[in-house]
Nanobody, 119 residues
Framework: QVQLVESGGGLVQAGGSLRLSCAAS????????MGWSRQAPGKQRELVAA???????NYADSVRGRFTISRDNAKNTAYLQMNSLKPEDTAVYYC?????????????WGQGTQVTVSS
């Protein structure tokens, strides 16, 4: 089993920045790919960013150029740097991990961290 613990969410004004962290523990040898998804009230969960073991990244069109995903393999931690935040970025953000590409199948989810962007 793998445990994912997110941190770094909070309340920020539009145009501000936040950095989310996701610490992985447990059977971490079983995961390669990591990512971040978000779910706003009344909406489906959407994948916003993913990173491969080699460091290749993918982003949703809505966040490309504003968000940056990264990982520190030595610390078993993934990050999501969010800049130029907009009210529509308000959501619960979930860390995801898998042996497979995140867009294909997520095997582990974190508990989520709330991000609220005020206008």
């Amino acid at each position: 089993q793998v445990q994912l613990v997110e941190s770094g969410g909070g309340l920020v004004q539009a145009g501000g920045s936040l950095r989310l962290s996701c610490a992985a523990s447990g059977s971490i040898f079983s995961i390669n790919h990591m990512g971040w998804s978000r779910q706003a009230p009344g909406k489906q969960r959407e994948l916003v960013a993913a990173i491969t073991p080699g460091g290749s990244t993918n982003y949703a069109d809505s966040v490309r150029g504003r968000f940056t995903i990264s990982r520190d393999n030595a610390k078993n931690t993934a990050y999501l740097q969010m800049n130029s935040l907009k009210p529509e970025d308000t959501a619960v953000y979930y860390c995801a991990a898998s042996r497979f590409t995140i867009a294909t199948a997520v095997e582990y989810w974190g508990q989520g961290t709330q991000v609220t962007v005020s206008s």
